[in-house]
């Protein structure tokens, strides 16, 4: 079984912090991304990345940046917390070939 | 920009009917095609692929594509309270990145 897993299922911020999101996956995926859902928009992809140290932007990458220094971990960073980003964010695995995505449970945050 | 379109609906159907969704894109070069389901404050659980014209059926699950007009679509068989959820529809990004370009989901209601 596919198991994807973020550090927090709910954030609270404050506008202007800089916020961390975490995502682990366990099953050697080499492909890993971070998405955004919100009501009436779908799920748009912010960053993906194919490989250790690799990182490409995805559609709405402004105000975000990526590190992934390890194989599973990839993990999503806010620099200056706006409450236009307020959301719920979604990280999701798929492997080298491979096109279907496997999701994380998804972290709400709420900046105030 | 690619775009995956859906009704948001919400699609009502008696517990027993036939349930379709139906999801059109506008990249003639997409491939890869998927139906995730999601329910209420979870992560989206992928229940459908499809590659090829035509249907591809998975227990109560058929899933239709029709390349040419740029239509795939999903019927649900023997609908049941449980299959209440949103539906997206997924549709790989050709150029390589191996992203998945998501429509904004159908609401699904099935009612006892």
């Known amino acids: 079984d596919v198991k994807v897993t973020q550090s927090s299922r709910y954030l609270v911020k404050r506008t202007g912090e800089k916020v961390f999101l975490e995502c682990v996956q366990d099953m050697d995926h080499e492909n890993m991304f971070w998405y955004r859902q919100d009501p009436g928009l779908g799920l748009r992809l912010i960053y993906f990345?194919?490989?250790?140290?690799?990182?490409e932007k995805g559609d709405i990458p402004e105000g975000y940046s990526v590190s992934r220094e390890k194989k599973e971990r990839f993990s999503l960073i806010l620099e200056s917390a706006s409450t236009n980003q307020t959301s719920m964010y979604l990280c999701?695995?798929?492997?080298?070939?491979?096109?279907?995505?496997?999701f994380g449970p998804g972290t709400r945050l709420t900046v105030t | 920009q690619k775009e995956v379109e859906q009704n948001s609906g919400p699609l009502s159907v008696p517990e027993g009917a036939i349930a379709s969704l139906n999801c059109t894109y506008s990249d003639r070069g997409s491939q890869s095609f998927f139906w995730y389901r999601q329910y209420s404050g979870k992560s989206p659980e992928l229940i459908m692929f499809i590659y090829s014209n035509g249907d591809k059926e998975d227990g109560r699950f058929t899933a239709q594509l029709n390349k040419a007009s740029q239509y795939v679509s999903l019927l649900i068989r023997d609908s049941q309270p449980s299959d209440s959820a949103t539906y997206l529809c997924a549709v790989n990004d050709d150029t390589g990145r191996r992203a998945l370009t998501f429509g904004s989901g159908t609401r699904l209601q099935v009612q006892p």
């Open positions: 990345s194919y490989d250790v140290k690799m990182k």
């Open positions: 999701a695995s798929s492997r080298v070939q491979g096109i279907e995505q496997y």
